[in-house]
Every structure is written in C-alpha cells, then in structure tokens.
C-alpha cells in the first residue's frame, strides 16, 4: 500500500477536501439518494460534525496528503462508522487501512460496540467491514444492509 495512513480530527481547513470527494458521483454513488452534494451542503455538514459530540469526523492521510474520510457518530449503544476513499486512491487498499486505523482509535477511546449501514451493490465496502469482523444483521428498506461488531472491552484469558 506504500506509505502509512494516519487519521486525524477533520478541521474546518478540510472542508475543501470533504466537499471535493461529495461532489464526486463515485464516491457518493452508495450514501443516501446516491446524490451529489453541494459545496454550501458539505459546509454545512461538516459543520455540523464539528459541533456535535457524538459525531467524529477524521480525514486521513498520506505523506501528509488527504485521501478519505473516515466518521464515527454515536448511535445510542453503538457507534455507526462510515467511510469515503478519493477515487483517485481506489485499488490501493486503503478503505481497509481507514477502517482499520478507524476502529482502533475508537477502541483506544472506549469504544467497543459497532455498526455500519451499506448498501447491498457496494461489494467492496461489504467485502471490507466482513474482513473486520462485522456481521449483517438486518435489511432497512431497499437495499440497505445493517452490520454489527462488538468487540471485546476485557481481554479474555485462552480456553483451556
């Protein structure tokens, strides 16, 4: 994959980055309606993210240069994670790496229960959260599959 991957607090200087990868139907081809967003829409998304507590949102990087997103919002006993790659970074294995790096800051702060919500055409997300650990639990309406992982919070000793 070359470089290491870092994420980092999204700050408002990112919103540029953010509104950028919004703006590309590939990338937002499977979130919501499947619709672009405007720049004045990803401001204020972003935002939004950046007052609210129970929202994360992380840009990650390499060499210092933003290839994704990476969210974490608070969703009652679970934390919903999400995650958008540059188009110009896919086939590089970077969706694993963010989820990777994603779920192991937020188990460092506590975290220990995860969901995700995919659309069932977007194989390669699904491809990626299963090689995580995260299970499908449900379908919302049409097309939209929930996954679960819980992880444990305590070490558990080896069965005997």
């Known amino acids: 994959m070359g470089p290491s991957l870092v994420l980092t607090p999204m700050a408002t200087t990112d919103t540029d980055f953010v509104a950028r990868l ?9 979130i919501g309606d499947g619709s672009t967003w405007s720049h004045e829409y990803t401001a204020q998304r972003v935002e ?3 007052s609210d507590p129970a929202i994360s949102w992380f840009i990650a990087r390499r060499q210092n240069s933003p290839v994704g997103l990476f969210t974490a919002t608070e969703r009652g006993q679970a934390t919903e994670i999400g ?3 540059d188009p110009e970074y896919w ?4 969706a694993k790496a963010v989820v990777g790096e994603g779920l192991s800051q937020l188990q460092e702060s506590g975290r220990s229960a995860f969901i995700a919500r995919v659309d069932d055409a977007n194989i390669a997300s699904l491809k990626v959260l299963v090689r995580y650990g995260f299970i499908a639990q449900a379908k919302e309406g049409p097309g939209l599959i929930t996954l679960t992982l819980a992880m444990p919070t305590v070490q558990m000793p080896p069965a005997s």
Not at 22 to 30: G, I, S, Y
Not at 91 to 94: F, V
């Open 83 to 85: 995650y958008w790659i």
């Open 48 to 50: 939004h993210a950046l």
């Open 91 to 94: 086939g590089q294995g970077l």
């Open 22 to 30: 919004a703006a590309d139907e590939r990338v937002t081809a499977f």
